[in-house]
């Protein structure tokens, strides 16, 4: 793929209604449903049809104070099952059943139905209480099995639902020096990542009975705000590799070391970790995933940087996140900027030239800024980027994805990356 | 009057266009017209949470610690204002809160195209490194002004600058 052939921008889809009108912290896009979870500084959460821009439900009650966080849990049937981290200290598990035929549930032509008693469709069934202060992130894990909490307190809490409705606190993680600010899983395996306030990473695992640490990144000089993982198989390196035997090398290796990890900091950086894969001495690579080491005493890890991306912000990078279809990479923060970052291979003739930001280890990859949008949410800051598939009527293909930010404005919008010809 | 001005005037008139852009006009020059010194005005009068003095007659706020950069780039709205405040005593208690009322204040007096930047000055407080970081936290200064006894004292603070 040549960047210079075409030149994506960013353009504006839409602007979900009605504006929140406050400042709204973090937006999570339904695992299969065509909605939007936005959770909001006025203690509640919004929930956003993706094909009407339309506010659906709004999810209150159950907090005192902000709730700066939600997260779908993965893997339901037939009702849907929200987490939310509040400022109050506590976190909310709140359940929906999904009408039969989910898929039709949130259409417009089911609205009506809905509408009357909407509020009531959201049932707040459990709260999760033990942290000191403030919860700042919550996360399920890829099966939906664990559910990490993280607080100002410096601790990560694992919880694990034994049975309906009934969380036991399985680990209480206080690796952090100050505030943890964001917690997220490995996308295949039971691998936690938090980053905080104290500039680190910290990555853990269960060994044995106990969750402990495995690894710890401190190569940021701030906070670090927030962490996405890669998704499996990233397409954008897997189908532009080509014949030529370096890249076919560099790609084995990755695939050796799993998804990695990006990261995103007041340092104004953002950076992608790579773990370095165990048991050097194999070559083929790990297509299977059958585990070539089930247990060792050392569990620890190495994750090493792996890149780090163009820089554009000015301010604080807030949020960061990874594209499950495409691997790009989005990034919004305080200066009020989308950015999108795509990963290419490196022509081979430019293997030798000398980069002056570039990664500790020698890679035939690099990452280009292919979009950039200033005054996203007018002059205000951004605090979050996701990336979901579109669900409107303008949507050109089945698989189209688009950005969702949400920001200090109270606005959750919709962006199409538009490819030129 | 009003009527016969509604009956002739077309209501996509593009004098009201006209008058809108001049408006956006003047509204972006008076941005551009604030100045260290009008920065300075409205945080002076704050009081001491402990004194009954203003911050800038204790000369923890000084004309020469407030800095103003414009927009980056000709795209770009956003203005930063940086202040380098200065505690009474190095080992002050109160470092963080006098911070957070000097961003309040401006938070709420400024147009949100500013970003506020509160800094303890170097060498002026044994922590003020950390005071410095906390108060650059957008999420902490948000869980902070959560808390009522916190927001009385700030709302006190405030309640001599009108």
Redesign the interface.
């Known amino acids: 793929m040549n960047s210079d052939s075409e030149v994506p921008t960013l353009e504006p889809i839409a602007s979900f209604q009605p504006s929140l009108n406050t ?1 709204a912290w973090m937006t999570a896009p339904h695992p299969k449903l065509p909605i939007l979870a936005t959770a909001s ?1 006025d203690k509640t959460v919004k929930i956003f049809s993706l094909t009407t821009f339309r506010q659906l439900s709004s999810i209150t009650g159950g907090h005192k ?2 709730i ?1 966080s939600c997260a779908w849990k993965p893997g339901t049937r037939n009702e849907s099952v929200l987490a939310t981290g509040s ?1 109050d200290a506590s976190a909310g598990i709140w359940r929906h059943d999904d009408h039969p035929g989910s898929n039709e549930a949130h259409n417009e032509e089911s609205k009506n139905d809905r509408s009357e008693d909407e509020d009531d469709d959201w049932r707040f069934a459990v709260i999760l209480d033990g942290h000191e202060s ?1 919860i ?1 992130s919550v996360a399920w894990s890829a099966g939906g099995q664990f559910l990490a909490t993280c607080s ?1 307190d410096k601790s990560v809490w694992i919880w694990e639902e034994m049975e309906d409705d009934n969380f036991e606190t399985v680990a209480v993680l206080q690796e952090h020096d100050g ?1 943890i ?1 964001y917690v997220r899983w490995h996308p295949e395996e039971d691998l936690l990542a938090s980053a905080g ?1 104290d500039d680190t990473i910290r990555l853990y695992r269960e060994d044995v009975d106990d969750w402990i640490c495995v690894s710890t990144i401190d190569a940021h000089q701030a ?1 670090v705000w927030s962490l996405d993982f890669e998704p499996p198989k990233n397409p954008s390196l897997i189908d532009s590799v080509g014949p030529d035997a370096a890249r076919q090398k560099d790609l084995q290796e990755l695939e050796k070391s799993g998804p990695r990890l990006a990261s995103c900091s ?1 340092d104004l950086t953002i950076r992608i970790w790579r773990r370095t894969p165990k048991g050097g001495a194999e070559d083929k690579p790990l297509r299977d995933r059958i585990p070539s080491i089930i247990r060792t005493n050392n569990v620890d890890e190495e994750w090493l940087e792996d890149a780090c991306l163009p820089k554009r912000h ?3 990078i807030y949020s960061v996140a990874w594209s499950p279809k495409s691997g790009l990479i989005a990034s919004t923060g ?3 900027k989308i950015v999108v970052y795509q990963e290419f291979w490196r022509d081979s003739h430019d293997q030798d030239e000398v980069r002056s930001e570039g990664p500790p280890t020698e890679t035939s990859r690099e990452w280009k800024v292919v979009a950039e949008v ?2 996203a949410h007018d ?3 951004v605090n979050h980027v996701c990336w979901t598939v579109r669900a409107d009527r303008g949507r050109s293909n089945e698989g189209e994805e688009v950005l969702i930010s949400t920001g ?1 404005d109270g606005e959750v919008k919709m962006w199409s990356i538009q490819r030129g010809t | 009057l009003g009527g016969l001005l509604s009956a002739t005037q077309p209501i996509d008139d593009p004098f009201d266009e006209a008058l809108s852009a001049s408006e956006s006009e003047s509204d972006r020059d008076f941005d551009e017209e604030i100045d260290a010194q009008e920065i300075y005005d409205l945080i002076a009068p704050i009081s001491d949470p402990e004194h009954p003095l203003s911050l800038g007659s204790l000369a923890v706020v000084n004309l020469p610690d407030i800095h103003i950069s414009r927009p ?2 000709a ?4 203005s930063t204002v940086v202040i380098d405040i200065t505690p009474t005593i190095t080992h002050c208690s109160l470092a963080t809160v006098i911070g957070l009322g000097v961003r309040v204040r401006l938070e709420q007096a400024l ?3 500013f ?1 506020i930047d509160v800094r303890i000055k170097e060498g002026t407080h044994s922590t003020g490194d950390a005071v410095t ?1 906390q108060l ?5 200064v ?2 902070a002004l ?1 808390n009522n006894t916190l927001r009385g004292v700030i709302r006190r603070m405030l309640s001599t600058c009108e």
């Not at chain 2, 795209?75 to 956003?78: C, E, Q």
């Open positions: 400042r500084a104070r902000s700066r400022f403030e700042k100002r505030d600010k306030y906070t007041d000015e301010r604080a305080s200066d009020g200033e005054n002059i205000f800051e200090d | 980056s780039s795209r770009s709205r956003i147009p949100p195209r970003r970081k650059g936290d957008k999420e902490r948000a869980a959560e």
